[in-house]
């Protein structure tokens, strides 16, 4: 009978070896992934976007060598931003990085929320532009980055405006926010 018992606690530690060297071998091998099919990778959003080289050339207030752009300018900007021509509208989301804060910040913080990802990039990065160079005193360019990390859908849009914001905030030098 202890013969028996001992044998059974032999079979029983040989399994539990031979289980622990197999779990072992299984989780120092890489995992076998499937390579994406044409669908999935068109699918799949940038990470860099790519701004067209046909964009429409637009007017800055570094062009015009004036200290801030004409209100017509920035008016049409804020027109075309919006608007169905995806040249015009990227080449006016770009441009409004140089209009004053007060009229490019509304604009650019509701294409952040709601519009096409090409869009959102080229928004995120012309309210990063503003940030950094007309200053954020007031904090609204900041906020409207936290409403898109809260709100978002996209994640990689999303992890690009925290980024954007720790940018902004160690360039600022102010403190980060909870």
């Known amino acids: 009978m202890a013969r028996a018992l001992h044998r059974g606690w032999m079979v029983v530690a040989a399994l539990a070896i031979a289980a622990a060297a197999i779990l072992g071998y299984t989780q120092t091998r890489s995992p076998v992934v499937p390579e994406p099919t044409a669908a999935a990778q068109a699918q799949e959003t940038p ?7 046909e964009l429409p050339a637009v007017e800055t207030h570094a062009d015009a060598g004036s200290s801030q ?5 920035v008016a049409r900007w804020v027109a075309d931003a919006t608007g169905d021509d995806a040249n015009a509208r990227a080449a006016a989301i770009i441009a409004l990085a140089t209009a004053p804060r007060s009229q490019a910040v509304p604009v650019l913080n509701r294409l952040l929320d709601s519009g096409e990802v090409k869009d959102r990039y080229l928004a995120l ?3 990063r532009t ?9 904090g609204a360019i900041r906020d409207a980055l936290r409403h898109a990390i809260y709100h978002g859908e996209d994640e990689s849009v999303v992890s690009s405006v925290q980024g954007a914001l720790d940018d902004i905030e160690y360039q600022l030098g102010r403190p980060k926010s909870p």
């Open 47 to 53: 990470s860099v976007v790519r701004v067209p080289a």
């Open 69 to 73: 752009p004409s209100a017509d300018s």
């Open 125 to 127: 990065n012309s309210l």
């Open 130 to 138: 503003l940030a950094l160079e007309q200053g954020d005193a007031d």
